[in-house]
């Protein structure tokens, strides 16, 4: 017994249509008569259309099956087709190799984006729009330092860092800088009680000495009990 494995068999161009489709496409090459050939092609686009109803009425989905079809017999079917026959030039085009960036962050916990604006900054001036852009950029480093770190850095250390990023292109109020302060408050952890526990109330009676009173007069009434009785 032959036993026919799937490496055996030639590549399928298109797997989502299966082997079977691959199979009739692969029948309609060996038709002799053309006009015989474009009919059976049209019962096998039929077929292929029937792989996907909910799509059969789009404009465009005839003419992709046409050219799946092409494909599938790796662009050697010659039938009357409706619509323009693809080239394997337009449908095996490569696609362009994506460079990877090779861009090195000095400081990461801040990320790149910090030293691009200051490095535009320095490059446009403008005295007031600076000292309010680099307040704003140090309130932002001190923020993501924080969520790095999960502590605030010394101010210090965040002139120090925007001098360096900026190659001592910007002038720096620091007096101003010393005094900035995070937006974003340590969130502090909630003390909630446990789950099903009930609170205890104390009785009236065993609250110390605000209750003595009240036992005096219950010891009273309870000798007078005791005497009538007697």
Do not use: C
Not at 82 to 94: F, H, I, K, T
Not at 159 to 174: P, W
């Amino acid at each position: 017994m032959k036993k026919n494995y799937n490496y055996t068999r030639r590549k399928l161009y298109l797997p989502e249509y299966g082997r079977h489709i691959h199979e009739m496409v692969d029948t309609l090459l060996e038709i002799e008569d053309r006009a015989e050939r474009t009919r059976q092609a049209k019962a096998v686009i039929a077929v292929m259309g029937n792989l996907n109803p909910l799509l059969r009425d789009t404009a465009d989905f005839a003419h992709k099956l046409w050219d799946h079809l092409f494909i599938m017999s790796d662009f050697q079917l010659d039938v009357d087709s409706p619509y323009p026959l693809p080239s394997r030039q337009d449908v095996m085009v490569q696609p362009r190799r994506m460079e990877y960036p090779q861009s090195r962050i000095a400081f990461k916990h801040y990320g790149k984006y910090v030293a691009r604006m200051l490095k535009l900054i320095s490059e446009e001036g403008g005295e007031f729009s600076t000292a309010r852009a680099v307040d704003n950029i140090a309130r932002f480093m001190r923020a993501k330092s924080y969520e790095y770190n999960h502590e605030h850095p010394n101010n210090e250390i965040i002139i120090k860092d925007i001098k360096q990023m900026a190659e001592n292109g910007i002038e720096l109020d620091e007096v101003a800088l010393n005094n900035i302060r995070t937006d974003y408050k340590q969130t502090l952890t909630q003390q909630h009680p446990q789950k099903g526990g009930k609170r205890i109330q104390q009785h009236p009676q065993k609250q110390g000495k605000n209750n003595r009173p009240m036992q005096m007069k219950n010891r009273q009434k309870n000798n007078q009990r005791y005497n009538t009785q007697k």
